[in-house]
């Protein structure tokens, strides 16, 4: 079991930056891969970005440019950075991480919200 606790969700205006941070029960280094995941009110979870135990981050095509996924090492995070955001943006952000690459096993965080508004 790998538990998974978002934080950083809120409300913001648009233009704003926010960051989110998942911080994980097991070391972060060691995970098979994590993902951020977005899920808007009566659309389907989509996500947003990933990144496998090689550090190197992979982003959707229309995903490309406004967000940002980084591991922390020294306090076992993973961040999802946000520019310029949109309304279009407002979610519920969730964590996400297949720990193993031989086992097709999933573990979600409980999400945060973000709200961009005026």
């Known amino acids: 079991q790998v538990q998974l606790v978002e934080s950083g969700g809120g409300l913001v205006q648009p233009g704003g930056s926010l960051r989110l941070s998942c911080a994980a029960s097991?070391?972060?280094?060691?995970?098979?891969?994590m993902a951020w995941y977005r899920q808007a009110p009566g659309k389907q979870r989509e996500q947003v970005g990933s990144?496998?135990?090689?550090?190197?981050?992979f982003y959707p095509d229309n995903k490309q440019g406004r967000f940002t996924i980084s591991r922390h090492s020294a306090n076992n995070t993973l961040s999802l950075q946000i520019n310029n955001l949109k309304p279009e943006d407002t979610a519920v952000y969730y964590c996400?991480?297949?720990?193993?690459?031989?086992?097709?096993?999933?573990?979600w965080g409980q999400g945060t919200q973000v709200t961009v508004s005026a």
């Open positions: 996400y991480t297949r720990p193993w690459d031989y086992r097709p096993t999933d573990f």
């Open positions: 990144m496998t135990r090689g550090n190197t981050p």
């Open positions: 097991e070391r972060i280094d060691s995970l098979y891969v």
